[in-house]
T-cell receptor
């Protein structure tokens, strides 16, 4: 596609519900990243995919968070039993190759998640 | 512990002056370092990349330096304009891990007309 697309752009959910956030990376980009950004804060790394596998899940804050990527393309970040502290903007990025190739990351607009 | 630090205070400068933003890192071994611009409500946008064996990189009014001894990168915007007002983030790819991009907290720049 023309750019990284994320959906929904905004999501309000009740505490305790599960949510799914979707990311469509740029076609042909093998590396995909999820970050979380709280208000006025920097980007907190969550997970990195190379193809369909996730060599680095070190940033997932708890076992309520999971992500998958299928067909080397679309990725879904799932948050189970949401808590208020999960409220943030979730950003997805993709790049041509993640390892040992110095390529830029292209970001989507983000999904603003609000847990009430 | 591993850290990437940028000036958390907002930087206000007068139009036409040079803005200089700092990125310091601790306990990383970056293969390269990148700078991004982020506007409110938007995702970051790539600006410049500098490799570990490069001292300086330029692109139009932008200049980045990278000192692996000091573990520091400086980002300069010359002849700054109000349209340059944004948050600027540094990011490094740590060869010690999976080369994922790790971001600093960002510095908010405001250029005053």
């Amino acid at each position: 596609g023309a750019g990284v697309s994320q959906s929904p752009s905004n999501k309000v959910t009740e505490k305790g519900k599960d949510v799914e956030l979707r990311c469509d990376p740029i076609s042909g980009h093998t590396a995909l990243y999820w970050y979380r950004q709280s208000l006025g804060q920097g980007l907190e790394f969550l997970i990195y995919f190379q193809g369909n596998s996730a060599p680095d899940k070190s940033g997932l804050p708890s076992d309520r968070f999971s992500a998958e990527r299928t067909g080397g393309s679309v990725s879904t970040l799932t948050i189970q039993r949401t808590q208020q502290e999960d409220s943030a903007v979730y950003l997805c990025a993709s790049s041509l190759v993640g390892r040992e190739v110095n390529t830029e990351a292209f970001f989507g607009q983000g999904t603003r998640l609000t847990v009430v | 512990s591993q850290k990437i630090e940028q000036n958390s205070e907002a930087l206000n400068i007068q139009e036409g002056k040079t803005a200089t933003l700092t990125c310091n890192y601790t306990n990383y071994s970056p293969a390269y370092l990148q700078w991004y611009r982020q506007d409110p409500g938007r995702g970051p946008v790539f600006l410049l990349l500098i490799r570990e064996n490069e001292k300086e990189k330029r692109k139009e009014r932008l200049k980045v330096t990278f000192d692996t001894t000091l573990k520091q990168s400086l980002f300069h915007i010359t002849a700054s304009q109000p349209a340059d007002s944004a948050t600027y983030l540094c990011a490094l790819a740590d060869r010690g891990g999976t080369y994922k991009y790790i971001f600093g907290t960002g510095t908010r720049l405001k250029v005053l007309a």
